[in-house]
């Protein structure tokens, strides 16, 4: 296995600060283990129960203290506490009106949090349970609650939610489980619904930890199995059963607060990927891009 690692080397990116040496050796010990878990993962059935053992292991704590030992390394501090996510809640009210809404891959809670306090019913998911999701509930008084597990491992009622929503999520889906958790979050919606991705543009990646160790451009060799294009969403929710494509303007989910979303946006976003990929893959490294290049759409479940 390391033997076959050992054809890396660091890469530094246009875009991030200059990191030490004891930092590069931390970032190729969680693309060393990123890259052991992929492999494993990879030669197990979609759907299995070693398989959902693996993704667990994969996400463990483990791996959140890693991160958070590279920020002191570098000087940063490292404060537990929640982000606030009131421009993404607000983007999706923009979308369509509070109600009922799944978020599989719910991490801290933040973004359950500012959706509960702008008058949605929200369930969160995770396969790793957050120290502030009590604290959560308590606060939005039972508006946002929590489960431990997956929209494989939990019985949810179909047709129950009006929004099912995946944050930088479905990238960790290995082929399989990817277009089965497509159809479990159709089957979830009521007619009408919508389902909100946010997923990394490989036109600016990789974004997973292997972008320290593979030139821009080069599809991702970490934990991201699913980097997509707005033209490869399309195909694999249209496939599903979505319909009606909107995205915001550009960027990710709070682009949405003011503009809204549109069916003309995402025409846009098609386009613009197709200008994009024209550019060289060092040029797409930069600010500029992550802001130009969209990465959030939205697909209805039809009527």
């Known amino acids: 296995m390391f033997a076959a690692l050992s054809k890396y080397s660091f890469v ?3 875009i991030e600060p200059r990191y030490s040496l004891a930092a590069q050796e931390l970032l190729w010990k969680l693309f060393s283990y990123e890259r052991c878990y992929r492999e494993l ?5 979609p759907g299995s129960e070693e398989r959902q053992r693996l993704m667990q292991e994969l996400y463990a704590k483990e791996t959140f203290r890693w991160y958070c030992h590279l920020d002191r390394l570098e000087g940063r501090e490292v404060e537990e506490k929640l982000t606030d996510r009131t421009k993404d809640a607000a983007s999706l009210t923009a979308l369509l ?3 009922r809404c799944l978020e599989a891959g719910a991490g801290s809670g933040a ?4 959706l509960a306090l702008r008058g949605w019913q929200v369930d969160g998911l995770d396969v790793v349970e957050s120290p502030f999701w009590k604290e959560i509930e308590a606060e939005t008084g039972g508006a946002a609650h929590f489960t431990v597990g997956s929209l494989a491992s939990v019985s949810l009622p179909e047709g129950h939610y009006d929004l099912c929503l995946m944050d930088n999520v479905l990238e960790h889906f290995p082929p399989g489980d990817y277009e089965i958790a497509l159809l479990k979050a159709l089957a979830l919606l009521r007619p009408g619904g919508w389902l909100a991705l946010v997923v990394p543009n490989p036109l600016t990646g990789p974004h997973d930890v292997s972008r320290y160790f593979v030139p821009p451009g080069q599809p991702a060799q ?3 199995f699913n980097e997509r294009r707005l033209w490869d969403l399309r195909r694999d929710l249209f496939r599903a059963g979505f319909r009606n494509f909107k995205t915001p ?3 990710g989910l709070a682009f949405g607060r003011r503009f809204g979303w549109s069916e003309w946006y995402f025409g846009s976003a098609i386009f613009l990927e197709a200008v994009f990929r024209l550019v060289p893959a060092y040029y797409r490294d930069s600010i500029l891009f992550q802001i130009l290049v969209t ?9």
């Open 12 to 14: 530094q990116h246009r």
């Open 41 to 45: 993962i990879l030669q197990t059935r």
């Open 97 to 99: 009106k509070p109600g």
């Open 111 to 114: 973004l359950c949090r500012s």
């Open 222 to 224: 970490g934990c991201h």
């Open 249 to 251: 303007a550009c960027g």
């Open 295 to 303: 990465c959030a759409v939205a697909g209805q479940k039809p009527l």
